[in-house]
């Protein structure tokens, strides 16, 4: 059988705890349901963004891989391929964090792939999975160098970052899926209060919302000073 590798990019993500989600799967189908549900829409977008090209979107339990392939079209560029795929992704954490109000950790890269019915090979896999294990520590999706280089340029905006990249106090780069979303901030800072009054006293889950907390406030602090909080 012959391989044929294509560049990608692609994305891994893991549902901090979801699996109770699943585990719960037979007496609480309905929640089960809405999240199978948020992974089905998150497949057809992207069919939809790269039609006639293989995209894939593979789910096991609360973990989620997906990938399209970034080579140019004739009318639209790597860079322009890479952005939608952000698009996309940050749109899915959003959907996943509101559904469920479970943050998430993750990798983004670009490398090779090679796709089939039954097996997704390639360089690219390890490496998003060795950036959500490695690397994000904290719930946050890790974007690697290779995506970085490939960013397209936001005509209008005169940020000293990237809108679709919050970089934290240690300068790891991750993806901002708050981005300039003033009308998701305020159920986003309900949700956090409220998951560090319920883990006040659980050493190995609080500091993850103390972080999102931070990510959250710079974002507050971001969007107050363009006049884009709404109260």
């Known amino acids: ?109 670009i490398g090779n792939l090679f796709i089939n019915e039954r097996a997704i090979l390639g360089p690219a896999v390890p490496r998003a999975v060795h950036l959500e294990e490695m690397e994000a520590k904290y719930p946050r999706v890790v974007v690697d160098k290779s995506v970085l280089d490939l960013l397209p340029q936001f005509r209008g905006f005169e940020l000293e970052e990237h809108p679709m990249i919050y970089r934290g106090e240690d300068n790891v780069s991750s993806l901002n899926y708050l981005g300039l979303d003033s009308y998701l901030l305020k159920k986003h800072g309900e949700i956090i209060q409220q998951k560090i009054l319920e883990f006040s006293n659980n050493e190995r889950i609080l500091p993850k919302y103390k972080w999102l907390e931070k990510y959250h406030l710079a974002m507050v602090e971001k969007m107050t000073g363009m006049n884009l909080v709404i109260r």
């Not at 939809?48 to 990938?67: E, L, M, P, Q, Y």
């Not at 790597?78 to 749109?91: A, D, P, R, S």
Request: hydrophobic content about 40%; charged content about 20%.
């Open 1 to 109: 059988m012959e391989i044929n590798f294509e560049p990608h990019i692609c994305v891994y993500l893991d549902v901090l705890g979801g699996a109770t989600i699943f585990s719960n799967a037979d007496t609480d189908k309905e929640t089960a349901e809405e999240f199978l549900q948020c992974i089905l829409d998150f497949e057809n977008r992207l069919n939809g963004i790269r039609h006639g090209k293989k995209t894939v979107v593979k789910t096991f339990s609360d973990n989620i891989f997906a990938a399209i392939p970034i080579e140019a079209t004739p009318t639209i560029s790597t860079k322009e391929w890479v952005g939608y795929f952000l698009h996309e992704v940050i749109q899915q954490i959003k959907m996943i964090f509101l559904l469920s109000e479970l943050p998430i950790r993750g990798g983004v890269t």
